[in-house]
């Protein structure tokens, strides 16, 4: 007799169930579409209105999605550092597209050169179709009619930026609309810096020298500033540097100078390229030197021969990937 009342009540039990969860299901979805439709009536931060270096307001309708780099090195970097891959890059096939920091980037995606910094190809320009273009003021003011007739153009200051290792990611983030990704990058730069020193910190104790430099003839080096990340004494790794060692811009010393620089260590910056001298040429042409032979650095095989990409032009890309280098080199010595 007690069978059909426990039936009764266990079906009773279940449809409470049922309706419970058909109620929170309800309930969830409709909170998820009021989340999406909350997400839809966020303001966009699109027109954009960027005041560039040549002091023109310049209409950013929408996010930009094709952009064109006139410069070489350093605003792709920062492009790519902030995700959004440039369809063409001046110098691309002899710089970006074979540069060791880079590969990763261009086993996706081979950028398109669109000529010399100083006169890039208009017509390759138009071809892509861009719907973004970065110039450097000083350096392309004379193509803004033909420039900006293809798409909206931003001038940046180039000159300024090479002595600023953060306005290049602070302004290229700005015209993007991704500041606050741009003040992410430059903290992960920091810490890769912070990180990097204190890996070194054995090292730098010891006082040895280090000299950073590429080939570009047989007859001279160009020395590498203090101020870059490796060798800038507050901001940087802290490596130490022989005396009278330039500040900021690469210097060009002879066989002669780089003697009286003696240093420990001898990074060497040679371009996959060929437009600097391979590495079999450079070794090959110092080889039988007297002079050559006596730096320190040479005696005691402390030289280090890596791909001209390493710190190029401060970016941030370019800097990170150098650090891990000279870490790894110099971290056991």
């Given at each position: ?136 003021s000083g350096v392309h003011d004379q193509l803004y009619d033909q420039l ?186």
């Amino acid at each position: 007799m007690k069978k059909p009342w426990i039936m009764v009540l266990f079906t009773l039990l279940l449809s409470v169930l049922l309706v419970a969860c058909n109620n929170a299901e309800e309930k969830v979805a409709n909170q998820t579409q009021k989340e999406k439709e909350e997400i839809k009536e966020e303001p966009s931060i699109y027109p954009l209105t960027y005041t560039d270096a040549l002091g023109k307001e310049v209409i950013i309708e929408k996010e930009p999605k094709r952009v064109i780099s006139l410069m070489h090195v350093l605003y792709p970097d920062v492009l790519l550092a902030l995700d959004t891959k440039p369809i063409g890059i001046a110098n691309a096939d002899t710089m970006f597209n074979l540069w060791e920091a880079y590969q990763s980037f261009v086993e996706e995606q081979t950028f398109t050169d669109i000529g010399d910094v100083r006169s890039p190809s208009l017509e390759k320009i138009l071809e892509l179709k861009p719907d973004l273009i970065l110039a450097a003021s000083g350096v392309h003011d004379q193509l803004y009619d033909q420039l900006s007739a293809i798409a909206p153009v931003v001038y940046l200051n180039q000159r300024a930026m090479s002595t600023d290792q953060e306005l290049a990611v602070t302004e290229i983030s700005k015209v993007l609309g991704k500041e606050q990704q741009g003040k992410a990058l430059l903290e992960e730069v920091s810490k890769k810096i912070t990180d990097g020193r204190e890996a070194l910190k054995n090292f730098t104790a010891k006082g040895e020298t280090v000299v950073f430099t590429s080939v570009n003839t047989k007859e001279g080096f160009w020395i590498y500033g203090k101020n870059i990340a490796p060798t800038n004494p507050e901001h940087g790794l802290g490596i130490k540097v022989p005396q009278n060692y330039p500040e900021d811009m690469t210097k060009e010393v002879s066989m002669e100078g780089m003697s009286v620089l003696n240093p420990d260590h001898l990074f060497i910056f040679l371009d996959k390229s060929g437009i600097t001298m391979s590495e079999g040429e450079f070794l090959k042409s110092y080889e039988e030197s007297a002079v050559w032979k006596n730096i320190n650095a040479v005696k005691n095989k402390n030289i280090y021969i890596v791909d001209r990409s390493l710190f190029a032009q401060d970016a941030p890309i370019a800097t990170m990937y150098g650090i891990d280098i000279v870490v790894d080199l110099l971290k056991d010595k």
